[in-house]
């Protein structure tokens, strides 16, 4: 996909995490997810070299490989907020 405007975000990145802690980083995903805007994600893993290192995370997301974003919804009475992305490289269908 070309032609589009797009932005990067590290969530290790201080300016980040503050937007994570304060819930607005989930706001503006929710409203841009609202608006159309195609939102994708990635779990980025290098060795020392730089290289892309191939595996999977705790939760059985792979490495390198981007998730397209499904629905977001948000539980404030009980402070979860959860993120529906598709798994193209996932066995069978799940249900959240």
């Known amino acids: 996909m070309t032609g589009g405007v797009s932005e990067k975000y590290d ?9 994570i802690e304060s819930g ?6 929710k409203k841009f997810n ?11 893993v290098e060795d020392e070299d730089g290289k892309p290192v191939e595996g ?4 059985g997301i792979q ?23 598709r798994n193209p490289w996932g066995q069978g269908q799940s249900v959240w």
Not at 24 to 29: A, R, S
Not at 63 to 77: E, I, Q, T, V
Request: one cysteine or more; aromatic letters at 16%; proline letters at 4%.
């Open 34 to 44: 609202q608006q159309g805007f195609l939102i994708v994600c990635e779990n980025v």
């Open 56 to 59: 999977y995370g705790v939760k």
């Open 11 to 19: 969530l290790t990145h201080p300016e980040t995490k503050a937007a």
């Open 24 to 29: 607005q980083f989930f706001k503006d995903l």
């Open 63 to 85: 490495f390198n490989k981007s998730y397209g974003f499904g629905r977001l919804a948000d539980f404030p009475d009980m402070s979860v907020q959860l993120v529906y992305i």
